[in-house]
């Protein structure tokens, strides 16, 4: 089971066993020191979060966060994040046959686990266990120290 989403004019996927909810887009308090793909912090139901930029993470022109935006908070490298996504598409099962494995595809995205071949399009499916690299892993926690 996938959670699809977007982002820009891309149609995205995660493993729906890593999200725990959908939230409408909060304002964001700015986190000093983070890594640059992480926006700030957010309050979810008084757990205090860091906010995964995936527009900067794939190199996608910024944008103001708007209240159709939404946060997906799911398990990523160990911790509960905030991801920024545009809109949330909905759930989709998907066989392992419809599956392309990444590094066949775009070898050194260790962050996309693979790509869905559905009906009416691709779908890059992301690996949120891999989707920070051991530096930003390392510069969120001690950011994350100082709040």
């Given amino acids: 089971m996938l959670l699809v989403f977007t982002l820009a004019d ?6 729906l066993s890593t999200v ?21 912090i957010v309050n ?5 979060l860091p906010v995964v ?13 708007m209240p159709d935006d939404r946060l997906i908070v799911a398990h990523s490298s160990g911790r ?14 998907c066989l392992d046959t419809d599956i392309t494995l990444a590094n066949a595809i ?3 995205m260790d962050y996309v686990e693979g790509v869905a071949r559905l ?19 390392a510069a969120l926690e001690q950011a994350l120290g100082n709040v």
Avoid at 20 to 40: K, Q, W
Avoid at 57 to 64: A, C, D, M, S, V
Wanted: with cysteine; charged share 30%.
């Fill in 10 to 15: 891309w149609r995205c996927a995660m493993k």
């Fill in 20 to 40: 725990e909810r959908v939230y409408r887009a909060v304002a964001i308090t700015p986190l000093p020191d983070a890594p640059d793909i992480v926006l700030g």
């Fill in 44 to 48: 979810v139901r008084g757990v205090v």
């Fill in 53 to 65: 930029d995936l527009r900067r993470r794939f190199r996608l022109p910024e944008k103001n966060l």
């Fill in 80 to 93: 509960l994040v905030a991801l920024v996504v545009d809109a949330v598409i909905g759930v989709i099962e």
């Fill in 106 to 108: 775009v070898p050194g």
């Fill in 119 to 137: 009906k009416d399009g691709m779908i890059l499916i992301h690996d949120l266990s891999r989707f920070l690299s051991l530096e930003e892993k």
